[in-house]
């Protein structure tokens, strides 16, 4: 529903996306009357209660620029759109609302459209505290002998959007607190390019990754405010409920206010799959969420469910129905199918067959379940850990059923070439080791995906049949399914995919069966940085086609600069692929968020490693336990950590499978168990050589390169995700010879 719609006969308030951080400094009472005071305004805005009138400002002629009364003490800052739309800028004690008028400015960004506002006294005072404040610490930087921009014109930092207002002020800056001082009250958009241009990007680069992106392909008409703030790039608020969560937590920002690149990527119409890759906290998991809402809230009354949001595992699948439901609420949330990728699988077997008798092994089990057969039969050519990856993505993958199917099957990315006789045999073991599962009852959740695959693809033909069948005026029964009088359709209207690098070729086989071929189908968000299984896929050649619709996100929302700066390092001189045969880079992938650089420990022993590591929790006791996680390589080490955590008086919590096992207390799990998390402080421990990446995979690097390679690779992308979960500090430790990917970054 538009805020016209909602507020007929009243007026509309919109929230620009920089007031927020102001009045969440006021007083709470003050915050509370706020909400009170947009309530009342859009209800009467000349109500005489609300004072509302315009404000004199330097600016000769200016009549958009209004006050209104808060509280006794509070002025609401208003900008004028044209009829009763009006957005609030900012909210002022009385006397400094009017005291600073000739600092307020105001205007249409020429190269975004977007509606933007500066308060240069506010971000005078900003700089000054700042700087005051490190020369009180004592940590004051020397000042440059040149500005920090000199090597720029006005003109160069206009064309890359920088607000016109703040380029004197820019001008003058010599150090960095003084530039993050100013970055804090700064638009958005000259924030994010003042300090990429500070991080040593090229002017070129900015314009390219950070400019073009938000830039609008029009004419802007500098006066024409009702369409700036329609714009992607003027983030506002919409309803009575967004300024209520902005103004309630900080926490409920991405519900409110998107990135004018998420908003693009997620309300654009798609002739088909599209596909959204980005760094780690670029906001992929929000994009999908608000996308999920964009479908839901176009769809006719009723009460299927005909968008499926699905992710990796149950836990994240838990965070993302939360989410979800804190956004759109539970009528809406209703008519979505939040269930994770396996748990999805299950329901489609379980619902052709009946409800399997069968148990779920693990991938860890059925590798063990391959070594003890293989030992059994005296069986040494192959490893277990091989066969296991052979059956699962060759074999399963591709839905191969007979040994002459395999003779012919792609390997691509499985390392060495394999002969025909060594294919044979490795398909008899493979039938000994299904005929062993067959005969435990039980089976992994490879094989329940690619019998779902199976089924759904069944499904999808007979759909298309009926379809050849019907008559011209195409309302025929013959869609009804054959003896049981259902129609027979595709399961979902919408697919939405999160954490989309992990699922395997089934898993896509499957979705892709479930939803007909068309636009807005399929929506794929994931990194394939972030890659911790391996599952190598191409879309293109399991039926879903992405491209030309693919788009990135490169703003982290989530990492500092110095945390994103050292989980770089860590992938240095690694390709990743884009899960269609092309390459995947980060370039472009950056934060605005200021930090301390990671702490680095080495230590001799684990045993000494771990008395460091509990004295830094020690050390965070400024945050709460929860809000801190420790992980580690290996299950050993979490046993291990557990017990040093409770020795020294933390209650630890172990993240199992399903997600944390309680709520207080430090987290503690493998890196495996931290995809898609998030916290506060991280402690990476273990970062060894011989851990990470583990000595095991040491016996490939002469007898099966590739392997090795991906091997390698995967343990680097798991070290990457650890170190990205982290939202301020970082601290890092090992024992030994710390772990090359730390030492070549
Ligand atoms: N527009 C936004 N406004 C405010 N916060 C945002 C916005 N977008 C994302 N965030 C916050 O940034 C953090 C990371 O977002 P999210 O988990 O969606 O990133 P991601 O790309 O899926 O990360 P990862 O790949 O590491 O799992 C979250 O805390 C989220 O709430």
């Not at 050292?566 to 934060?591: C, H, K, P, V």
């Amino acid at each position: 529903m538009s805020a016209h719609a909602e507020t007929r006969g009243g007026a509309t308030l919109r929230m620009l996306d920089t007031a927020d951080k102001e009045i969440l400094k006021l007083p709470r009472t003050v915050i509370g009357a706020v909400y009170e005071f947009h309530h009342k305004f859009r209800r009467n805005p000349h109500s005489p209660g609300l004072r509302l009138k315009p404000l004199k400002n330097a600016k000769a002629g200016d009549s958009r620029l209004y006050s209104a009364r808060v509280t006794a003490d509070y002025r609401a800052l208003l900008l004028h759109l044209g009829g009763n739309d009006y957005l609030l800028l900012s909210v002022k004690h009385r006397k400094e609302a009017y005291d600073h008028l000739d600092r307020i400015t105001y205007g249409i960004n020429p190269v975004t459209g977007g509606i933007e506002f500066i308060d240069l006294h506010v971000v005078e005072e900003n700089i000054s505290d700042r700087t005051q404040e490190t020369t009180r610490q004592g940590t004051e930087e020397p000042a440059r002998p040149v500005p920090l921009f000199a090597a720029y014109t006005a003109d160069q930092l206009r064309e890359l959007g920088v607000a016109e207002p703040l380029l004197p002020l820019i001008a003058k800056i010599t150090t960095e607190e003084e530039l993050l001082g100013l970055v804090e009250y700064a638009p958005r958009l000259t924030g994010e390019v003042l300090l990429a241009l500070y991080d040593g990007k090229s002017f070129d680069e900015v314009l390219d990754q950070i400019t073009r992106p938000v830039s609008v392909d029009e004419q802007v008409d500098p006066e024409d405010y009702q369409a700036a703030v329609a714009r992607p790039a003027t983030q506002v608020t919409t309803d009575d409920q967004d300024i209520q969560k902005v103004l309630e937590d900080d926490f409920s920002r991405w519900q409110v206010f998107l990135h004018p690149t998420q908003k693009k990527i997620v309300e654009r119409d798609y002739s088909g799959p599209a596909r959204v890759s980005g760094g780690p906290g670029t906001g992929k998991t929000i994009v999908a969420i608000h996308r999920v809402k964009h479908l839901v809230s176009r769809l006719g009354p009723g009460h299927d469910t005909p968008v499926l949001l699905t992710t990796f595992n149950k836990n994240l699948a838990a965070d993302l129905r939360a989410r979800l439901l804190a956004l759109v609420g539970p009528d809406l949330a209703a008519r979505v199918d939040v269930v994770h990728i396996d748990k999805l699988a299950h329901r489609v077997v379980a619902e052709a067959e009946h409800g399997s008798a069968r148990t779920v092994i693990s991938d860890n089990d059925a590798v063990r379940e391959w070594r003890d057969m293989l030992r059994e039969l005296g069986e040494t050519t192959w490893d277990a850990e091989f066969l296991a990856a052979e059956w699962s993505q060759v074999i399963l993958g591709q839905a191969i059923n007979s040994r002459t199917e395999y003779f012919r099957a792609r390997r691509a990315g499985r390392g060495r070439a394999l002969s025909r006789a060594e294919r044979n045999e490795i398909w008899q073991l493979v039938e000994r080791f299904t005929k062993r599962l067959d005969e435990k009852n039980v089976w992994t959740h490879q094989q329940v995906a690619e019998r779902a695959a199976r089924l759904e693809m069944e499904r999808d033909a007979r759909i298309r049949e009926q379809r050849d069948q019907l008559g011209p005026d195409g309302h025929e029964l013959i869609r009804r399914e054959a003896g049981s009088g259902t129609r027979l359709r595709h399961r979902y209207r919408h697919v939405v995919v999160d954490e989309a690098q992990d699922l395997h070729p089934a898993h896509w086989k499957m979705l892709r069966a479930m939803v007909a071929p068309g636009p807005n189908d399929m929506f794929i968000v994931g990194d394939p940085h972030q890659r911790i299984y391996d599952n190598y896929v191409s879309l293109g050649s399991l039926g879903i086609n992405i491209r030309g619709r693919s788009t990135k996100l490169t703003l982290s929302y989530r990492t500092t600069r110095q945390n994103l700066a050292f989980a770089l390092g860590l992938l240095s001189g690694e390709q990743y692929d884009d899960l269609d045969g092309g390459e995947e880079t980060l370039a472009g992938y950056r934060s605005v968020l200021h930090g301390m650089r990671p702490h680095l420990h080495g230590a001799a022993t684990w045993g000494e490693e771990q008395d460091a590591v509990v004295e830094q929790v020690r050390a965070w006791n400024d945050v709460s336990l929860s809000s801190i996680a420790i992980c580690v390589p290996t299950r050993e080490m979490v046993t291990d950590l557990m017990t040093r955590l409770e020795g020294a008086g933390f209650h630890p919590v172990e993240i199992g499978p399903d997600g944390p096992k309680g709520s207080d207390g430090v987290h503690v799990g493998t890196m495996h168990r931290f995809k898609g998390l998030e916290y506060q402080r991280m402690i990476l421990a273990g970062v060894s050589d011989g851990l990470v990446p583990r000595r095991s995979i040491e016996a490939l690097r002469e007898a099966d390169p590739v392997r090795y390679r991906r091997e390698r690779q995967r343990d680097r992308s798991l070290l990457f995700v650890a170190a990205t979960r982290a939202r301020d500090a970082l601290a890092v430790f090992w024992h030994g010879t710390p772990s090359p990917f730390l030492t070549t970054s």
